[in-house]
C-alpha cells in the first residue's frame, strides 16, 4: 500500500507562485510515476504532469513552461512549482501514483486547493 498526502495549496494572485507537495508513504519502486493531476470547478479532472522516480517527465500542454515537476526521490516527496499561476490555473490538485504494468493510476491524495485570483 501506498500513502500519498498533499500540501503547499494556497490563495494567490495571477502572475504569484506556489510550490505543491506529495509525499509519499509504504513501498516505492524506481518504476513508478508520481503524477499531479487537478479538477477544476464544474470542470472534469485533468493531467497536469508526472515524473518517474528513476527520472522522465511529462507535462500537459496547458503548464508546459511555467509548472516544473521534480522529486528527492530518497525522500519519497515529488514537488510541482508552478509560477506565473493564472485564474484557471485555480483547481484542487492531486497526487497519484502508477506502478508499472499496471495502467491506471491506483494511489490517490485526498487534493489541495489552489485558488488564483485575477
Known amino acids: 500500500q501506498v500513502h500519498l498526502v498533499e500540501s503547499g495549496g494556497g490563495v494567490v494572485q495571477a502572475g504569484d507562485s506556489l510550490r505543491l507537495s506529495c509525499t509519499a508513504s509504504?513501498?516505492?519502486?524506481?518504476?513508478?510515476?508520481i503524477g499531479w493531476f487537478r479538477q477544476g470547478p464544474g470542470k472534469e479532472r485533468e493531467f497536469v504532469a508526472s515524473?518517474?522516480?528513476?527520472?522522465?517527465?511529462s507535462y500537459s500542454d496547458s503548464v508546459k513552461g511555467r509548472f516544473t515537476i521534480s522529486t528527492i526521490s530518497a525522500r519519497n516527496i515529488v514537488f510541482l512549482q508552478m509560477n506565473n499561476l493564472k485564474p484557471e490555473d485555480t483547481a484542487s490538485y492531486y497526487c497519484?501514483?502508477?506502478?508499472?504494468?499496471?495502467?491506471?493510476?491506483?494511489?490517490w491524495g485526498q487534493g489541495t486547493q489552489v485558488t488564483v485570483s485575477s
Open positions: 497519484a501514483l502508477r506502478r508499472p504494468p499496471a495502467a491506471g493510476w491506483d494511489y
Open positions: 515524473i518517474r522516480w528513476s527520472g522522465g517527465t
Open positions: 509504504g513501498r516505492t519502486f524506481n518504476d513508478d510515476f
